[in-house]
């Protein structure tokens, strides 16, 4: 890949790979989701941005094909090596969901019904009896003279149209065309003689700079007829129909009748001398078998490499003229029919893919509906030097995510939800009606009248004095009106919380939740976090979107957060850090505030002391800086530290108040409400 050799660890952290490979070996056959769906995430991505198409990117299920036009089909592989070819891959397909008229190639065998002359040709060639055996023979190789013509006509486009992804398509060309034994097979005397497997694999590899264009007669024409340099010429899968249509019959006029041809064939690289049992396919369309060894066993050898050194590129051959050909030997025969099953597959679109069943296929689809992404954040340790962390954040909350995914943050509906929490719940909806009538005060308009004035509307109760050179009889209204905003409340949901604590904090949320909902300008978001297991995740940083009043009613708060239940340590700042481009962003052109619930000083595995309070702290400034308010409840009782420890993290604001205290509570936020940023 030159150039391009390190695409995938630009997009994935260094520990995506060979760390994670010692883990997956470990596993076996076991697959971890939260990887795969990260996985699948950044391919899609990748996908859509190219495209600008909402194409769907799934993993190999049973009876799936590898694009149907509205999705795109990916191996489950997750080895480093396999990342960059299947990108190059899902853009290539995708690529083909953007740009092919899947229509045109349905409707083949009307489009060959339409032209005689060549039917009756090849019933004739080839004593056909049915005009039907003419149709589905020309099928079959003008549709895979198709899929070449369409795919340089659309990797053309992306190639173009998107270079910043050229190294994922030149990481799927080296895997799949650009191997050394494919290049010592075209300056071989293999695949010579005039037959479709030999014209088959000269054409799909007439990009290679090794191609004979002298190999075949009318290979040059072949050449003439795609004329490369000029691909973007084709704008529809119409006109590339076209262009596979004059291959075809340049290809097949230069093929002898069946009678003309030696009985038995001596062609190279099929069957005879290197006792290699590899079908080339056939006309009736049977199924190609994998080619084997004199000794009945696959080789292992997939044809990435060759024996003999290196093959040989040549220069200065683009007009076709090639030095003389050169033997391979009975294992490099192997290797090369190997090489051209892959490409034969690739252009039918028939690869193999690494499956996943069908119950993780499911926890995937659970997993993306949920919004579950791994983000990586970075903090400085007690040496000073920068570590990286993966926090696990979920956007959204509901049913099916507790009942098919396992995590420690809450439990599943299919089970009671938890007393204590349904009436911490209930409680807190009961008193947000109190509280969403002492903060009225953000949905207030006030308006003050100015009057005898110069200019402005004309005050009805000043006209008698019009006329006696009295000017001011005019009046201004000004409002006064607060913007839009938005409430984040973040719970510490630590099993140090446990009890009375978390108790009392959800209640309050819910509480500023309801009271929100009575504020027609103010949207309000609630979020859990902690450090525990996710599904196959042990012990990682959680960060879970419990409610969200964009999206969701108050029905979500009554039915989904009883559920939730506490565990696990306190990743504090990591947590803040994965959700903070969000909490920005979601409070551009807003007030906006962040209402924190906690008992204590951050600490996770790794990430505690100095270290930990210095990042939590900085998480703060940042939002402070971005012109969010924040609101810090220091809930009492916690392990190793105190309001002074907490002031420091989150402000001189921040205050051990009563939080069940509905009037405590309502003055300090109203005094956050009319503050004035400067």
Same mark, same amino acid.
């Given at each position: ?113 339409? $032209? ?66 494919? &290049? ?45 340099? $000029? ?44 006792? =290699? ?125 507790? &009942? ?54 004309? &005050? ?27 409430? $984040? ?26 009271? =929100? ?5 103010? &949207? ?155």
């Amino acid at each position: 890949m030159s150039n391009y050799n390190s695409v995938s660890s630009y997009w994935l952290d260094d520990d995506y790979g060979y760390d994670y490979l010692d883990q997956e070996a470990k596993k076996a056959a076991r697959k971890d989701p939260i990887k795969l769906n990260a996985y699948r995430n950044a391919v899609s991505n990748f996908v859509r941005i190219v495209t600008g198409e909402p194409i769907r990117v799934v993993f190999e299920g049973k009876g799936a094909s590898y694009t149907d036009g509205k999705t795109v089909t990916i191996g489950a592989s997750l080895k480093e090596k396999d990342f960059d070819p299947a990108v190059g891959l899902a853009l290539h397909e995708g690529s083909h969901c953007k740009l092919t008229n899947f229509d045109v190639l349905s409707a083949l065998g009307d489009f060959i019904q339409k $032209h005689d002359e060549e039917c009756n040709m090849i019933s004739e060639k080839y004593d056909l009896p049915e005009r039907w055996d003419a149709t589905y023979y020309i099928q079959e190789k003008l549709k895979d003279l198709l899929n070449i013509v369409e795919d340089r006509r659309i990797d053309n486009y992306v190639y173009n149209a998107a270079p910043g992804y050229r190294g994922y398509y030149q990481a799927l060309y080296d895997k799949y065309f650009n191997s050394r034994i494919i &290049d010592k097979g075209l300056i071989s005397d293999e695949y010579t003689d005039e037959n479709w497997e030999s014209y088959m694999f000269r054409v799909i590899n007439i990009t290679n700079s090794n191609r004979r264009l002298g190999a075949l007669k009318g290979l040059k024409d072949v050449w003439k007829i795609l004329d490369l340099k $000029h691909v973007s010429r084709l704008t529809s899968t119409e006109e590339a129909l076209e262009v596979a249509w004059s291959i075809f019959k340049v290809i097949e006029n230069n093929i002898p009748k069946p009678e003309q041809e030696v009985e038995s064939s001596n062609q190279k690289g099929e069957g005879g001398d290197d006792e =290699c049992e590899c079908s080339g396919g056939d006309i009736n369309g049977g199924e190609e078998k994998e080619c084997k060894t004199p000794e009945g066993e696959a080789p292992k050898d997939d044809g990435s490499t060759a024996e003999g050194g290196e093959a040989k590129k040549e220069s200065g051959n683009k007009k076709g003229n090639a030095k003389a050909p050169e033997l391979l030997s009975d294992s490099q025969k192997r290797q090369l029919q190997n090489a051209i099953q892959k490409q034969k597959k690739f252009n039918k679109g028939e690869l193999k893919k690494t499956s996943v069943n069908k119950k993780l296929n499911k926890l995937l689809d659970v997993m993306e509906k949920a919004g579950v992404e791994e983000r990586e954040v970075e903090f400085e340790n007690d040496w000073n030097f920068k570590k990286k962390q993966k926090v696990t954040v979920i956007k959204d909350f509901n049913k099916a995510l507790t &009942d098919n995914v396992y995590c420690c943050m809450y439990g599943s509906t299919k089970y009671s939800a938890y007393g204590n929490m349904v009436d911490a719940v209930n409680k807190g909806l009961q008193s947000g009606t109190i509280l969403g009538k002492k903060l009225k005060v953000r949905a207030e308009e006030r308006s003050t009248k100015f009057n005898r004035q110069r200019t402005g509307k004309i &005050d009805k109760r000043m006209l008698h004095t019009a006329g006696f050179g009295i000017e001011s009889i005019f009046q201004k209204v000004e409002s006064f009106s607060f913007t839009p905003g938005m409430v $984040h409340i973040s719970i510490d949901n630590s099993g140090s919380m446990n009890g009375k604590k978390m108790l009392k904090s959800v209640t309050t949320a819910v509480a500023i939740a309801k009271a =929100c909902s009575m504020i027609e300008n103010m &949207d309000c978001v609630i979020s859990y976090r902690a450090a525990g297991s996710v599904a196959d995740s042990c012990d990682v940083p959680i960060m879970l979107i419990a409610y969200d009043s964009r999206k969701h009613g108050l029905n979500q708060i009554k039915t989904m957060m009883p559920y939730v239940q506490t565990a696990g340590t306190t990743p504090e700042g990591l947590c803040f850090d994965a959700v903070m481009k969000e909490i920005v962003e979601s409070s551009i052109g807003k007030d906006a505030y962040f209402i924190n619930f906690s008992d204590g000083m951050p600490y996770y595995n790794g990430y505690s002391g100095r270290p930990a309070y210095n990042h939590t702290r900085k998480q703060v400034k940042k939002m402070r800086y971005e012109g969010i308010k924040v609101i810090s409840y220091y809930i009492t009782g916690g392990y190793g530290s105190d309001i002074s420890t907490f002031q420091s993290m989150y402000g001189k604001d921040a205050s051990n108040i009563n939080v069940e205290n509905v009037s405590e509570v309502a003055r300090t936020m109203n005094k956050k409400f009319l503050e004035v940023v400067k």
